[in-house]
């Protein structure tokens, strides 16, 4: 009995991402109107949604960055509201806006970035070594980022958003402007890191790719509307993919896109 | 390596490798003190001057001497008759013909009197004022030096009377203006840019998410601008010294004390523009045409402050460069001891942690 109780409140413990009726107006505009779901650890969480359907808004509580009007959030086991500062030193983010500097060197960036996050001289030698023998960069490794392909760059700040291991990494449509082969090579990364126990909350406007998530949610003018794995959402919707899933619900939207 | 290291390092390497920037902000200001320092200038050097001496006597040889020996002007002719002077305006050989009366100095001697004529190339009426002024005083000086010795009133008349400070020191005047002006306009530009451009780039949002305070990424900003425009203030304070010949009348420590605190309130008044605006285009046109025109009209770099209508005058205090200014000039040109800059220190230490102040309040203020 003991036991079991035992791993019950591991298995509570798990879940990375709490959040209960989070709200966020601004003003008369309510742009995340009472959103709850809970995401555990290693899982691949996908946000989906229109433009101005409220998906960045929402992103931007769960990263510290914007505080909630109401609700509450849990991140890395954190309060959302009073702790951003600890939520901060355990996320990793990286934008659909680029994530490195372009006028700095591939192991220069990794350094930066691993230094903001407070790792130790030493880690960020030995872990640098590794990382790029794992991405194949290691000609790369003193060559501008600017010079990189579009590819690389991409798979680069992946990596760099998870150098100091952060419990959750928050993807802000990362693969825009990519090829699907790419986009694959990618994906491949998120599993990797997903394997290794690090959260995925990733959003995205490619459909293909909302069928590599473990589970995925769908936002309509601030609320969120479906909330299931993707075989399950095809299941209810009588869809054939995402796409159609994602259209049936969208289509309900009287929001204008920004 | 501490984060905040690690960040001052990186903007170290931004402007190490963006050669032709890094070169801009070291170039503009050695430039600009040049051209400001002798462009703005009302001081006229060796005008070119054509005696007319029918008299040729012990006063009007005296008088000669004088303007020989100043570095305002050069005697280039002696003419010797009122047709010649007309050749020399037409041969543009002269910008001013002195013309003595005949037997000028028994006139003096005996009726206390005597006229000099003093014919200027009012083609540049600016110019004409300006050295029908320089030559008047060298009269009236010539003047006193006869009074002296007589105790008699002896007057010679060009009429034209004293306008002008003698020693014509005035011009150093605009030297501390022109520091004050260019160490404000690049510093602020510098830090404006440097943090707009990251937003631009979307890495903004990186730092933001990141454990780093906002408090510590503007520091980090600043350090490495801060070092840059300290680079400037020894190449414009060389410049001033040893190309613009203007000394350092005060002490030279009290002086980089207060072009320190200068820079600094400079580099908050850049971060305060980078927090206004999302494009780098912006931000400049922001701290340099925007800040230019009051910092050179208000600042008492050029004109008197003292001159300005009340509320003018009131509004020329929020300039930080007037106060810097002022100090400069009372420590390099005045020769005055740190101690009585005390005012314009407290003011702009003010300045720096109100600009400070704003700006961490209108960072934050951007991530909600």
Request: with cysteine; hydrophobic share 45%.
């Amino acid at each position: 009995m003991e036991n079991l109780q035992h791993t019950d409140t591991i298995m509570q413990s798990t879940k990375v991402i709490e959040v209960n009726k989070l709200v966020k107006r601004f003003g008369h505009f309510t742009a995340v109107d009472h959103i709850s779901f809970d995401v555990e650890k290693g899982e691949i969480f996908g946000f989906l949604g229109a433009n101005g359907a409220g998906k960045t808004t929402a992103m931007r509580m769960l990263c510290g960055l914007s505080k909630p009007t109401e609700g509450k959030g849990n991140v890395a086991g954190f309060d959302i509201e009073h702790q951003s500062e600890q939520v901060k030193k355990n996320i990793g983010y990286m934008s659909q806006k680029f994530s490195l500097y372009n006028d700095l060197k591939v192991w220069e960036n990794i350094r930066l970035f691993a230094g903001i996050y407070g790792m130790k001289d030493q880690d960020i030698k030995e872990k640098t070594a590794l990382l790029l023998e794992q991405l194949h960069f290691e000609k790369e490794r003193d060559v501008l980022v600017k010079s990189l392909p579009l590819g690389m760059k991409q798979k680069l700040a992946f990596s760099v958003a998870i150098f100091h291991t952060p419990k959750v990494v928050f993807l802000d449509e990362p693969t825009g402007g990519v090829d699907p082969a790419t986009r694959r090579q990618f994906w491949e990364l998120i599993y990797d890191a997903a394997a290794k126990g690090i959260t995925v909350f990733v959003t995205t406007h490619y459909m293909d790719e909302a069928e590599y998530c473990n589970r995925v949610s769908i936002m309509v003018d601030g609320r969120i509307e479906a909330l299931d794995s993707p075989q399950n959402l095809k299941t209810a919707f009588e869809a054939q993919n995402m796409d159609e899933v994602f259209q049936h619900l969208a289509r309900k939207a009287t929001r204008k896109a920004d | 390596m501490s984060p905040f290291l690690s960040f001052i390092q990186k903007e170290f390497h931004h402007i190490f490798r963006d050669h032709r920037t890094m070169l801009i902000l070291l170039g503009i200001p050695i430039i600009e003190v040049i051209l400001f320092g002798f462009a703005i200038t009302t001081e006229i050097k060796n005008s070119k001057i054509a005696i007319f001496d029918p008299s040729n006597d012990i006063a009007t040889q005296r008088i000669i001497e004088r303007f020989k020996a100043s570095d305002y002007f050069d005697v280039v002719q002696y003419v010797h008759s009122s047709k010649e002077i007309q050749q020399v305006f037409r041969q543009n050989k002269a910008q001013l013909v002195m013309a003595f009366d005949e037997r000028f100095y028994e006139t003096l001697l005996h009726t206390g009197k005597a006229n000099i004529q003093l014919i200027a190339d009012a083609t540049d009426p600016n110019t004409a004022t300006t050295i029908t002024n320089y030559a008047s005083s060298i009269i009236s000086s010539y003047q006193q030096e006869l009074m002296g010795q007589n105790k008699v009133p002896y007057q010679i008349t060009p009429v034209i009377k004293l306008l002008y400070n003698p020693q014509m020191k005035g011009s150093f005047n605009f030297v501390p203006g022109v520091l004050g002006m260019i160490l404000l306009l690049i510093s602020a530009m510098m830090t404006s840019i440097a943090i707009v451009r990251e937003k631009e780039i979307g890495t903004m949002e990186i730092l933001l998410v990141s454990p780093m305070n906002p408090l510590a990424i503007i520091l980090a900003k600043m350090v490495p601008y801060f070092l840059l425009s300290c680079v400037n203030l020894t190449t414009v304070l060389l410049i001033s010294v040893f190309v613009l010949h203007v000394p350092i009348a005060g002490s030279l420590g009290g002086l980089i004390l207060v072009s320190l605190i200068f820079l600094l309130v400079s580099l908050a008044l850049g971060m305060l523009v980078s927090t206004l605006t999302d494009s780098q285009l912006v931000a400049m046109l922001m701290s340099s045409a925007v800040f230019m025109l009051p910092v050179i009209l208000l600042s008492g770099m050029i004109y008197p402050i003292a001159n300005m209508p009340i509320w003018l005058q009131w509004l020329s205090n929020i300039i930080p460069a007037k106060w810097y200014i002022s100090a400069v000039r009372s420590i390099m040109i005045e020769g005055l001891n740190i101690t009585f800059v005390f005012k314009e220190i407290m003011v702009l230490i003010l300045m720096f942690v109100i600009l400070v102040a704003i700006s961490l309040k209108k960072f934050k203020v951007r991530l909600e």
